[in-house]
C-alpha cells in the first residue's frame, strides 16, 4: 500500500534558521506532490504542489520543495525561517492514473520557531 | 468569502449520541471529502464524493454516513457516537477529483468533535 513517512515529528528552530522537513513516499509510478500547511487553530492550507516540469518547485512564504524520483523524496526547505512559520507542516502524494487513486497525507511535522 | 466551509465548528456531546457535520463550498468544485484528523495530528480520508456520487469510502465504521444533497454540500451524519470518534473533521474539495490526476484540495476549518 502506498505510503508518505515524514521522519522529524518536530523540529525547533531558531529565528533565521534554514530549513528542511524530509517527505518520503512509497509508491513507484507517477505522483503528484503537496506540501500543506496548517497554522495553530486554523485549516489547512497548500504550500506548493508538484505536477510535473521542474522539479524544484517555488511555493508561498518562501518555501520551496524538490522531487527526487529516484529517492522517492519531495523535502520542504526555507533558508531562513520566522516565528510565523510555527505551525504543522503535512506532505501528500496522489497516484495519478491509479483506479484507487486518493491523497496520502503523511504524519505531519510540528515545526516550532524560537523568536 | 469562505470558499470551504463547516457547521458547527466545535461539537461537544455524549457518547451514544447522533449528531451531524455539514460542509458546503461555493468554488464550483466537482469532488468533496471528509477526512479524520486524530490527536496524533494524523490526516485520514474518510469519505469522497464526486457530483453526488461516491467515489472513496475508506474502512470507516458504518455509523458514519456521509449525504450529498447536491455537489455544493457534503455532510458527515455520525450514529452512536464513541470515545474514539472525538477528533477534527475536516471537509475539503477540489475542481475534479483524485482520479482526474492533477488536482488540490481546498481545506475547510475543521469541526472538533469531543464525545463525553
Known amino acids: 500500500a502506498q505510503s508518505v513517512s515524514q521522519h522529524n515529528h518536530h523540529v525547533i528552530l531558531s529565528e533565521a534558521a534554514s530549513l528542511e522537513l524530509g517527505c518520503n513516499y512509497s509508491y513507484g509510478g507517477t505522483v503528484n506532490l503537496f506540501w500543506y500547511v496548517q497554522y495553530p487553530g486554523q485549516h489547512l492550507q497548500l504550500l506548493l504542489k508538484y505536477f510535473s516540469g521542474d522539479p524544484l518547485v517555488k511555493g508561498i512564504k518562501g518555501f520551496e520543495a524538490e522531487f527526487i524520483k529516484s529517492k522517492f523524496s519531495f523535502n520542504l526547505r526555507k533558508p531562513s525561517v520566522q516565528w510565523s512559520d510555527t505551525a504543522e507542516y503535512f506532505c501528500a502524494v496522489n497516484e495519478v492514473y491509479s483506479s484507487a487513486s486518493k491523497i496520502i497525507f503523511g504524519s505531519g511535522t510540528r515545526l516550532s520557531i524560537r523568536p | 468569502d469562505t470558499a470551504v466551509s463547516q457547521t458547527p465548528k466545535y461539537l461537544v456531546t455524549q457518547m451514544g449520541n447522533d449528531k451531524s457535520i455539514k460542509c458546503e463550498q461555493n468554488?464550483?468544485?466537482?469532488?468533496m471529502y471528509w477526512y479524520k484528523q486524530d490527536s496524533k495530528k494524523f490526516l485520514k480520508i474518510m469519505f469522497s464524493?464526486?457530483?453526488?456520487?461516491?467515489?472513496i469510502n475508506e474502512t470507516v465504521p458504518n455509523r458514519f454516513s456521509p449525504k450529498s444533497p447536491d455537489k455544493a454540500h457534503l455532510n458527515l451524519h455520525i450514529n452512536s457516537l464513541e470515545l474514539g470518534d472525538s477528533a477534527v473533521y475536516f471537509c475539503?474539495?477540489?475542481?475534479?477529483?483524485?482520479?482526474?490526476?492533477?488536482?488540490?484540495?481546498?481545506f475547510g476549518p475543521g469541526t472538533r468533535l469531543t464525545v463525553l
Open positions: 464524493y464526486n457530483n453526488k456520487e461516491l467515489i
Open positions: 475539503a474539495s477540489s475542481p475534479r477529483g483524485p482520479l482526474s490526476g492533477t488536482d488540490t484540495q481546498y
Open positions: 468554488l464550483g468544485h466537482d469532488t
